[in-house]
Structure formats: C-alpha cells, structure tokens
C-alpha cells in the first residue's frame, strides 16, 4: 500500500493504482494556467470504481468561526478540473495522452461497466458546530455539480467530516 499524508490525516491507496495529478510531470506543465485538482485519484478492482478524494483541514477553526466562504468554489472548481483532466486522458488530446502515460493503467481509460466514478471530499473539522455547517455545504455542492457529475454518469458526491469518512471505511486515518 501507497501512504500520503496530506491535511493532518493519513490515506493509505493500492501501489501502482493511484496518482496525484500534482505528482505528475505533464500536469505540472500545467501550472499556473487555472487549473485546480483533487489531491488523491485511484482505481479500486474491488468495487470498479475510480476515486477522487479531496482532503481539506479545518480542525483549526474555533466555535465562533465559519467555514470559508469560498470553500465551495473551489471545491466545484477541483471537482470539474480534474474530471476535464481525466476527460482529455480519456478523449486522447494531445496533453491528455501525455498526462495519460503518468496515470497508472487502470486509470487511462473511462471506466467499464459498471461505469463508477466517486468523488469525495473530505473535511477535517472537530468543533461539533463547524460539523453542522457541513449538511448544507454538500446540498449546494450536489446542486452545483448537477449537470457536470451526470455528464460522466456519476450519480452523486459525497462530502463528509473526516471521522464519518473513517467509519464508512475510506483509506484515511487521524495522524
């Protein structure tokens, strides 16, 4: 197994199954063109699914505080860049055949069927009240990435605090 560290918590991800597009050589070409990218992709043969995971650590913030107000935004813009990145992979674009080749094989071509494609953001928080702003944050998260999700048939998104992550089983532990 694949251990990363990223946000305060620990993702353990399948060898040679996963990537992180920041790892890769022809999206770092990329840089700085306004592109954003969820931090952890991989294949799971297990379930045929594709994961991308996004990790964001606001276990920081006091009672009185609030999530960002721009937390949204970049989670919708993370979301739709890294499926218009897989997208190019998978179209066979001249960048994307190039991303393609730092992609492990699993992950080079658009999911078989069952077509499964899950993403998954992932909040770190421990005040209980900051927890309670996280149910209308996924509403509006859903809602904005209506149309982009269904285009890759990709029934929802799933946002949650990291300990609800820990007990449905995603790959993340508390460091």
């Known amino acids: 197994m694949s251990v990363f560290q990223e ?12 990537f992180r597009f920041q ?11 306004n592109l954003s990218e969820m931090d952890f992709g991989w294949w799971d043969a ?16 006091t009672p009185l505080e609030r999530l960002p107000d721009h ?10 860049d890294s499926l218009l990145i897989l997208a190019s992979v998978w179209f066979g674009s001249l960048r ?8 492990p094989i699993s992950c080079q071509s658009f999911p078989i069927q069952p077509k499964n494609i899950r993403l ?13 702003q996280l149910s209308p944050l996924k509403t509006r998260l ?11 048939d ?6 949650a605090d990291h300990e609800t992550a820990i007990q449905n089983g995603l790959p993340i532990e508390i460091i």
Do not use: M
Not at 73 to 80: C, E, G, Y
Not at 154 to 159: A, K
């Open 7 to 18: 946000s305060g918590l620990q993702i353990t991800l399948p060898v040679g199954e996963n």
């Open 23 to 33: 790892d890769c050589p022809s999206y770092q070409n990329l840089n700085g063109q």
């Open 46 to 61: 297990g379930k045929n699914t594709l994961w991308l995971l996004e990790v964001k650590d606001y276990s920081h913030l």
């Open 71 to 80: 937390l949204l935004d970049k989670l919708i813009n993370k979301a739709t």
């Open 96 to 103: 994307g055949k190039q991303i393609c080749g730092d992609l």
């Open 120 to 132: 998954v953001f992932i909040i770190k928080v421990t005040d209980a009240n900051i927890k309670l």
């Open 142 to 152: 859903r809602t904005k990435l209506l149309g982009r999700l269904s285009l890759f």
């Open 154 to 159: 990709i029934s929802g998104v799933t946002l």
